[in-house]
């Protein structure tokens, strides 16, 4: 018979980094909550003891959260460009019906199911503008100018030493690199 504990994740998660991923899941990633705060705590005291090998489990975790994570923003993208086919073949559908509906001169149709109407569009009149935008009259031309600060700029003055009172050189932080 075989003894061994089925595995908790495809990167062997042990059991206390799967109860800190629960709780993690659970505070919506917050460290900060009182739960998860004391999870990380005593995670940490527990350092001494076996550093190597608390810091693999802490690596796997992170990697199984971040492999997670890249499965999920793949599988949005392909269920929206599924969403986007979806959409555009009801407009396409929608829009032979209307031509159906013109074509045959039908204001109101019901059905068992559905009521089918040719309506109007409302709002203002759509406006069909003939040639590129540089050949328009100027009073038919809007221009919108988009402010914001050159940081560029600003750090190049800063790193030569001039003293700004609006921005000053931050320090640089750390992070933590897994390989």
Do not use: C
Not at 9 to 21: G, K, N, P, V
Not at 94 to 122: H, I, Y
Request: proline share 3%; net charge negative; glycine share 6%.
């Amino acid at each position: 018979m075989n003894d061994t504990k089925p595995k908790a994740t495809i990167y062997d998660i042990s059991d206390d980094m799967a109860a800190l991923e629960s709780l993690l899941w659970e505070s919506g990633g917050d460290i900060s909550t009182p739960e998860a705060a004391a999870a990380v705590a005593a995670w940490e005291a527990e350092l001494e003891a076996n550093l190597h090998g608390k810091l693999d489990a802490y690596g796997r975790l992170i990697a199984e959260i971040e492999a997670r994570s890249a499965a999920r923003l793949a599988e949005s993208k392909r269920l929206a460009a599924l969403a986007k086919v979806d959409q555009t073949a009801a407009d396409n559908l929608r829009e032979r019906l209307r031509f159906v509906f013109e074509q045959r001169g039908l204001k109101k149709v019901d059905t068992t199911t559905f009521r089918f109407a040719l309506a109007a569009n409302g709002g203002k009149p759509a406006v069909d503008i003939h040639g590129d935008v540089a050949d328009l009259p100027a009073w038919a031309v809007k221009r919108e100018t988009l402010v914001y600060p050159d940081r560029d700029a600003i750090r190049a003055r800063l790193e030569a030493g001039e003293a700004l009172d609006f921005a000053r050189l931050m320090e640089r932080t750390n992070r933590i690199s897994i390989k």
